[in-house]
């Protein structure tokens, strides 16, 4: 019922996938051993929900345009690993379907350290996607880990200054200490 939600609006959450596509990074034990699956959209939810915050670990670029075509008449955000194939274009692109926001696994910006973690990502891309992100017009959340085995203080004091170089370009930072867990 509308008179539950503490928000204003009804914010429908979403999962379009039944894990990870991309299942690389060491730190996480979230569905690893299942097999990749999208479920069909309409499945999930109505493309005339208003509001829509999807909960999927990772998108990838094809499916991600699936959705932004099938939620155009919504406002939505989502999580996604800022890789070199979110360039300007598709950015706008999203923003224009209603991405609003974008939680963003950053995680580190020492590249030593992102290769440890097999993210998939380098510091100079994460730069250009959040530039590119907060010029179309999407606010950006920021996950970075400190703490990550053999993580030193000049690297985690790197991703302190990577924060502050684009400070600019980042509405909310989340900061998360590593803890080991099992499976990972």
Same mark, same amino acid.
């Given at each position: /019922?509308?008179?539950?939600?503490?928000? /204003?609006?009804?914010?429908?959450?979403? %999962?379009?996938?039944?894990?990870?596509?991309?299942?690389?990074?060491?730190?996480?034990?979230?569905?690893?051993?299942? &097999?990749?699956? !999208?479920? /069909?959209?309409?499945?999930?939810?109505?493309?005339?929900?208003?509001?829509?915050?999807?909960?999927?670990?990772?998108? *990838?670029?094809?499916?991600?345009?699936?959705?932004?075509?099938?939620? =155009?008449?919504?406002?939505?955000?989502?999580?996604?690993? /800022?890789?070199?194939?979110? &360039?300007?274009?598709?950015?706008?692109?999203?923003? &224009?379907?209603?991405?609003?926001?974008?939680?963003?696994?950053?995680?580190?910006?020492?590249? %030593?350290?992102?290769?440890?973690?097999?993210?998939?990502?380098? =510091?100079?891309?994460?730069?250009?996607?959040? %530039?590119?992100? *907060?010029?179309?017009? $999407?606010?950006?959340?920021?996950?970075?880990?400190? #703490?990550?085995?053999?993580?030193?203080? !000049? !690297?985690?004091?790197?991703?302190?200054?990577?924060? =502050? !170089?684009?400070?600019?370009?980042?509405?909310?930072?989340?900061?998360? $200490?590593? #803890?080991?867990?099992? #499976?990972?």
């Amino acid at each position: /019922p509308s008179e539950d939600y503490f928000s /204003p609006e009804q914010v429908v959450l979403a %999962r379009t996938t039944n894990t990870c596509y991309y299942k690389k990074c060491t730190f996480c034990t979230h569905f690893s051993s299942m &097999d990749y699956y !999208e479920f /069909p959209l309409e499945k999930v939810v109505s493309s005339k929900t208003k509001y829509v915050l999807l909960t999927d670990d990772m998108i *990838h670029k094809k499916r991600l345009l699936e959705i932004a075509s099938f939620l =155009k008449d919504s406002k939505w955000l989502c999580q996604l690993k /800022p890789t070199s194939e979110y &360039d300007e274009e598709t950015l706008k692109t999203l923003y &224009d379907s209603g991405l609003r926001v974008v939680l963003w696994g950053v995680e580190s910006a020492s590249n %030593r350290v992102l290769l440890k973690m097999k993210k998939g990502t380098i =510091k100079t891309d994460i730069s250009t996607v959040l %530039r590119a992100s *907060h010029e179309a017009g $999407i606010k950006n959340v920021v996950y970075i880990m400190f #703490g990550f085995p053999t993580e030193t203080k !000049e !690297e985690l004091l790197e991703s302190i200054e990577f924060l =502050k !170089e684009n400070t600019k370009y980042i509405d909310l930072v989340n900061i998360s $200490i590593f #803890g080991l867990q099992k #499976g990972s």
